[in-house]
Antibody, heavy 118, light 105 residues
C-alpha cells in the first residue's frame, strides 16, 4: 500500500513561497494509474483541492489558486512537490498530499501544518 | 466549476440511530461521487466510492446511493467510533469536496 509523508517549513513569511514535499513509499510515481494530489484544510474548516499531477507531467489546478501554484515530480527521489507563491495569512492551513487512483479515490498523508506569519 | 452542497452541516444522534447525509451536485456527475470520514486530528479516509460501492474493509453499516445530482450517505446503526466529520467528493470534473457534516453523539 502506498504511504505518503509531507515535509517542509511549518512557518512561512507573507509574500514568500510555500514549498512542501511529499515522499512516497510502497509505490512508485511512475505508476500511470495514479495521480499525485495536494489538498489543504484551513483551521476548523473543510477540504480544498489544490491540484494534481500525473506521471506524464500533466498538471491540473483549482482555478482559485492556478496563478500561484506549481506541482512537480522528482521521480529519482520518488517525491512530488507543491509550491505556492505570494502567500498571505489566508494560506495558513493543514496541507495534505494524497494519491488518487481508481474511481477518484484518495489515500492521504498525515498532513503538515503551515502557518503564514511574519 | 461543480459545487457540492452537503447537508446538514452538523447533527447529533444516539448510538444505534440511523443517520443520513445528503450531497447535491450543481450539475450531473453521474456516479462520480465518493464519501470520506475524518476523525479529529486524522486525515480523511475513504468509505464509499462510485456513489454506492463500499471500500474494502469498511463496515457494512455504511452505505451510499444516488446518481446524477442527488446522493445520500447512511450509517445504519451509529456507533461511538463513527464520531467524525463526513465529506462527499466528486471526481467527474477534477476534484471538489462538499462542506462536510459533523456527526456527534
Amino acid at each position: 500500500q502506498v504511504q505518503l509523508q509531507e515535509s517542509g517549513p511549518g512557518l512561512v513569511k507573507p509574500s514568500q513561497t510555500l514549498s512542501l514535499t511529499c515522499t512516497v513509499s510502497g509505490g512508485t510515481l511512475r505508476n500511470g494509474g495514479y495521480y499525485w494530489s495536494w489538498i489543504r484544510q484551513h483551521p476548523g474548516q473543510g477540504l480544498e483541492w489544490i491540484g494534481y499531477i500525473y506521471y506524464s507531467g500533466s498538471t491540473y489546478y483549482t482555478s482559485s489558486l492556478q496563478s500561484r501554484v506549481t506541482i512537480s515530480l522528482d521521480t529519482s527521489k520518488n517525491q512530488f512537490s507543491l509550491k505556492l507563491t505570494s502567500v498571505t495569512a489566508a494560506d495558513t492551513a493543514l496541507y495534505y498530499c494524497a494519491v488518487g487512483y481508481g474511481s477518484g479515490r484518495l489515500d492521504w498523508g498525515q498532513g503538515t501544518l503551515v502557518t503564514v506569519s511574519s | 466549476d461543480i459545487q457540492l452542497t452537503q447537508s446538514p452541516s452538523s447533527l447529533s444522534a444516539s448510538v444505534g440511530d440511523r443517520v443520513t447525509i445528503t450531497c447535491q451536485a450543481s450539475q450531473d456527475i453521474k456516479y462520480s461521487l465518493n464519501w470520506y470520514h475524518q476523525k479529529p486530528g486524522k486525515a480523511p479516509k475513504i468509505l464509499i466510492y462510485d456513489a454506492s460501492r463500499l471500500e474494502t474493509g469498511v463496515p457494512s453499516r455504511f452505505s451510499g446511493r444516488g446518481y446524477g445530482t442527488d446522493f445520500t450517505f447512511t450509517i445504519d446503526s451509529l456507533q461511538p467510533e463513527d464520531i467524525a466529520t463526513y465529506y462527499c467528493q466528486q471526481y467527474d470534473n477534477f476534484i471538489v469536496f462538499g462542506g462536510g457534516t459533523r456527526v456527534e453523539i
